[in-house]
């Protein structure tokens, strides 16, 4: 194999991965609107941990646990983010 063809596959991987946050993120934009009208908090603490809980089991590396945890973190962020800003204007 060359780099190139690895290149390429690293970039079908990167919009295969785009196309997954995107549609994570419209799921959690629709939790913020169940959360909104049960008066519930945009953080959910245990949730997250279960999710990093989860993640770690299930990693079958190479990558670290600490660095699937890191990755998850910033993905739950900015999906906390896009909630807070989604239903502050709704």
């Given at each position: 194999?060359t780099i190139d063809?690895?290149?390429?596959?690293?970039?079908?991987?990167?919009?295969?991965?785009?196309?997954?946050?995107?549609?994570?993120?419209?799921?959690?934009?629709?939790?913020?609107?169940?959360?909104?009208?049960?008066?519930?908090?945009?953080?959910?603490?245990?949730?997250?941990?279960?999710?990093?809980?989860?993640?770690?089991?299930?990693?079958?590396?190479?990558?670290?646990?600490?660095?699937?945890?890191?990755?998850?973190?910033?993905?739950?962020d900015e999906s906390?983010?896009?909630?807070?800003?989604?239903?502050?204007?709704?």
């Amino acid at each position: 194999m060359t780099i190139d063809h690895y290149r390429a596959e690293i970039d079908r991987l990167d919009r295969e991965l785009l196309r997954i946050f995107n549609a994570r993120a419209t799921l959690a934009l629709q939790i913020g609107e169940i959360k909104k009208t049960r008066g519930l908090p945009v953080y959910d603490p245990d949730r997250e941990r279960r999710i990093f809980e989860a993640m770690t089991a299930d990693n079958p590396g190479p990558l670290e646990n600490d660095a699937i945890v890191r990755l998850f973190e910033r993905v739950i962020d900015e999906s906390r983010r896009l909630e807070r800003i989604h239903t502050r204007g709704t």
